[in-house]
């Protein structure tokens, strides 16, 4: 399949992007590379493969969620840079 630069002003265009007309010929040829690609990968017989997530196997290893002791007031409070006895003190944004 063939990318015209018209295609590729036209896509460009819906993505708001500009291009000069050396790098439009250039993304013609890579776009059309790509769909040529694409051709071929429907080629493939994949009728008998299993669709997966990923191409190696993974797992997938989180931490245990356990509960750890709350950090007390004064400790948060601790490196603020402005605080007031009881919570931080920012700067307003909203007149």
Same mark, same amino acid.
């Given at each position: 399949?063939?990318?015209?630069?018209?295609?590729?002003?036209? /896509?460009?265009?819906?993505?708001?992007?500009?291009?000069?007309?050396?790098?439009?010929? =250039?993304?013609?040829?890579?776009?059309?590379? $790509?769909?040529?690609?694409?051709?071929?990968? #429907? #080629?493939? @017989?994949?009728?008998? /493969? #299993? %669709? *997966? #997530?990923?191409? $190696?196997? *993974?797992?997938?290893?989180?931490? @245990? @969620?356990?509960? =750890?002791?709350?950090?007390?007031?004064?400790?948060?409070?601790?490196?603020? %840079?402005?605080? @007031?006895?009881?919570?931080?003190?920012?700067?307003?944004? $909203?007149?």
């Amino acid at each position: 399949m063939s990318v015209t630069n018209d295609d590729v002003r036209y /896509v460009a265009d819906l993505a708001r992007l500009q291009f000069s007309n050396e790098e439009t010929e =250039k993304l013609a040829g890579e776009m059309s590379k $790509i769909l040529d690609f694409m051709e071929t990968l #429907e #080629e493939v @017989d994949t009728h008998n /493969v #299993e %669709p *997966l #997530e990923h191409v $190696i196997e *993974l797992e997938y290893r989180f931490r @245990d @969620d356990k509960s =750890k002791e709350a950090l007390s007031h004064d400790k948060a409070l601790k490196n603020a %840079p402005d605080a @007031d006895t009881d919570y931080f003190r920012v700067p307003r944004v $909203i007149e």
